[in-house]
């Protein structure tokens, strides 16, 4: 029997959590701020961006949300950044990726101040997760797939892990996390030139599934009793779904679910996750700015 990894109640945790602190700052007089910014009108980033201001809200942060039509200027999107910057009342900000091709993505997030930088992007904050500075933000996602490996009792400590993927987003501060003082897992980073990808996934006690190719990873590559996280979140067309098409992740559920000790599934894993380490990232960010 494999244990699904119930990533709604986990974030639910997370965000009461988060409630509590918001609730201290607030005595302080100090409401933390989230600017999420949205370049351009791609349909999946704004449900994202949508569903980050709204949870905002509903936990009593300030938010604002700054959109950009598609053919906005590099130098628009730099001054959007420079002004909430230079904004008070905003602790954290967030450019919603993929931006249209005429904005140089590294560079706008270069612009960001690395103390407002909730993403974790900024090359100050990725130099902090290499030395363990714990006073740098992680990103949200492999922050949530480390906590859903805490909260469901899988032990990392010298467990082999997989990594599939070396996005700056997910896999590469995945397996920064995981090889950390906190994860003590031996880790391998796999990716689309990786030799033998079907024997490496074997060996693996721990697989981070997170190369946004769906259900990519099947039951020949998943090791008896091993723990799968699936990062994906595709798009499939299924003229029988509702909206035309179904959400499905990078790992094969059906047939690998029944080989693991423990998954998580998509929709309801890592996704709730990533919001609720993002609300996480910005109370810190205000606790930090009273410093
Ligand atoms: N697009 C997909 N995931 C993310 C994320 O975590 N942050 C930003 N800014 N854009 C994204």
Do not use: W
């Amino acid at each position: 029997m494999s244990t699904i990894i119930d990533g709604k109640a986990v974030a639910e945790k997370v965000l009461a959590e988060c409630g509590q602190q918001i609730e201290e700052l607030q005595t302080r007089g100090v409401v933390p701020g989230l600017a999420v910014v949205l370049v351009g009108d791609d349909p999946a980033s704004k449900v994202y961006v949508g569903s980050k201001v709204r949870k905002c809200a509903e936990l009593g942060l300030h938010s604002r949300k700054i959109e950009l039509p598609a053919d906005a200027t590099h130098q628009q999107v730099l001054d959007v950044v420079h002004e909430l910057n230079a904004d008070p009342q905003i602790h954290g900000i967030l450019v919603q990726s993929p931006p249209p091709p005429q904005i140089d993505e590294d560079a706008i997030v270069r612009a960001i101040d690395p103390a407002k930088d909730v993403d974790g992007f900024h090359p100050e904050n990725v130099a902090k997760l290499a030395l363990e500075d714990s006073s740098g933000y992680v990103p949200c996602t492999p922050a949530g797939c480390m906590r859903l490996l805490k909260e469901a009792g899988v032990e990392t400590s010298g467990a082999e892990a997989v990594v599939i993927g070396r996005s700056m987003i997910v896999g590469k501060p995945m397996a920064l996390l995981l090889m950390s003082k906190e994860g003590n897992a031996t880790v391998t980073v796999a990716h689309s030139r990786t030799k033998d990808l079907v024997e490496v996934c074997r060996r693996a006690d721990i697989i981070v599934a997170a190369i946004g190719r769906p259900e990519f990873v099947t039951a020949d590559m998943v090791k008896d009793g091993a723990v799968v996280i699936d990062v994906g979140i595709n798009r499939v067309e299924d003229a029988s779904a509702k909206r035309g098409y179904r959400l499905v992740g990078d790992v094969a559920y059906d047939e690998v679910a029944p080989k693991c000790s423990a998954i998580t599934p998509v929709p309801g894993g890592v996704g709730p996750m990533t919001i609720a380490m993002l609300i996480s990232n910005t109370i810190k960010a205000a606790c930090q700015s009273q410093r």
